[in-house]
């Protein structure tokens, strides 16, 4: 294999690059495509709409409360992102930095939890919510998340890795543990904080198959599972999918420009949990 | 490993607290979190099982016992036998070439350059892409009509596929679909792997004359592996529960031929109403899923390189 000239490196590899990136976010550029089309245009050929209408957008939003589906992924997203962080700092705190009976034992016993995947569960789960009678309720999408063994098990570690010196000198100051938690712990827990919250924020607003079973009215539909309800309903519309579809990919597409490092961190992060 | 746990966490002799001692503390902390554990995850599993060993009525209000009928019929069941195929089948194709396309991207990106920040956020990007909205685009790029796919084989003379409804065609498209939507998660992994092999280890290589290939080969890959050996088992585990992606572009057709294993169990409980039967398959999914992840750490554990 013959050596390339070093002045043609640069350019080949940012022309590989491009050639790249723009392969990989294809089907998103030919569903914004779409969304921009009128009826007539839809078929037309080409990746840019030849006339570039927001017909779509205006049907799309007449038709479907996609506010209101918006509006139910955020309340949920934000609710268990909430309680997560809520129940992993103080169980991860407990478990790395209270002295306790039994300690050890709790710590395998969480650790053995990240094992069980939701496919499992979901059946007793289902009707356990329905004997509670929250079918078609907020509580059910968010209650069951809120105690996630990840989040416990990241927190623990973080908060493990923290000089013991810190507590140490505070525990003399006379603080208690909550003050600890709340004061020593947390503000210097803060980076592992924010990646768990984009990474459950994210899984959370990604659900499907639990909210497809826990939810038949419109009203209570979260962002995904009202997207497959519009491909059910809209089967020739596809301007008016792809405009649902753009509109729900806004907050996470976002948050995540916004966000990125957090984000990758998350990822990073909850993937080395094995 | 990535991030290495520095344990700091002597204990101090600075203060003496006996054994114990703080145990209402701690229960302050932990019991919160620990009864919702015990109530929505820990006592659901244990009903999965109790579930497995039951059976409903034709009306589904009462339950007897069965014992291991569930599971006797389960295996001599066809249609479960064939989603089992379907869903290996599937997870063969989405894992190869997930781990391929994110290992390209992330090659790419690892080490700076002038503009990396600007390719990373593209090549990380379907992350932030919801599995209904990337099936969705997928669904219309594949469109027999408008889709893109299309008219570029129509462009070089080929006849337009049946993408998502041939029985041959729909599920290794449908893996397609996934390995697209999986690849930022792999990128940003791997990514974060290559980041901890050491530069100068290239240098050293470049000094002795080592190919990029060779460097590739015998730096990057054996120092990677660890990373790798996590990657695949995360996208393993991950292809094997799919199921939002297949619900929106197929439905488990055409002719059953995408009813993957999580779909079945969809199916037959919320369709046939057979909960008992659906949670025996759940629970042997379950067992399949802890067996990959052990045979995994056992047969490729010892092999990876942990430097």
Known sequence: ?274 | MMVKEQDFSRRSSAYHVRPGGETLEALFLLAPGLILLLIFLVWPTLNAFWLSFHRENLLGTQREWVGLANYAEMLRDPAFWRAVGATFLFAAIVVPVQIFLGMVAALMVARPFPGVNFFRTLFFLTTAVPTAVAAVAWGWFLHPVGGLLNRWLEAMGLPPQPWLTSVELALPTLAIVTAWAGVGFTAILLTAGLQQIPEDLYEAARIDGASAWRQFWHITLPLLSPTLFLVALLTVLNSLTAFGQIHLLTRGGPAESTMVWVYRIYQDAFFNFRFSYASAQAVALFLVLLLLAGLQFRWFGRRVHYG
């Not at chain 1, 939003?61 to 129940?87: A, C, D, E, F, M």
């Not at chain 1, 924020?201 to 962002?223: D, E, G, H, K, R």
């Open chain 1, 1 to 274: 294999m013959g050596r390339l000239p070093r002045w043609l490196e640069k350019p080949l590899f940012y022309l590989a690059l491009g050639v790249y990136a723009w392969l990989l976010v294809l089907p998103l550029l030919t569903l914004l495509s779409a969304s921009f089309r009128s009826d007539a245009d839809l078929y037309a050929p080409g990746l840019l709409p030849p006339r570039p209408t927001l017909e779509a957008y205006q049907e799309a939003i007449q038709k479907y409360p996609v506010g209101r589906y918006l509006l139910n992924s955020l309340v949920v997203s934000l609710s268990v992102t909430l309680g997560v962080l809520l129940v992993s700092a103080s169980m991860g705190y407990a478990l790395a930095r209270v002295r306790f009976i039994g300690q050890s034992l709790l710590f395998g016993f969480v650790v053995s939890l990240l094992l069980i995947p939701g496919e499992v569960t979901f059946l007793p789960l289902y009707l356990m919510v329905q004997q509670f009678g929250w079918i078609n309720t907020y509580w059910a999408l968010t209650v069951p998340f809120i105690a996630a063994p990840l989040g416990i098990f990241l927190l623990r570690q973080f908060i493990r890795s923290l000089p013991q010196d810190l507590f140490d000198a505070a525990r003399i100051d006379g603080a208690g543990h909550l003050r600890i938690l709340w004061h020593v712990a947390l503000p210097l827990t803060a980076p592992a904080l924010g990646a768990l919250a984009a990474l459950t924020f994210l899984s959370t607003w990604n659900m499907y198959l639990w909210p497809l079973v826990v939810i038949n009215n419109a009203a209570m539909q979260t962002a995904q599972i009202a997207i497959a309800r519009v491909v059910s309903v809209e089967v020739t519309s596809w301007n008016v999918v792809a405009a649902v579809s753009i509109l729900v990919l806004l907050p996470t597409l976002l948050a995540f420009l916004l966000a990125q490092r957090a984000f990758v961190r998350g990822i990073t992060l909850g993937g080395l949990k094995g």
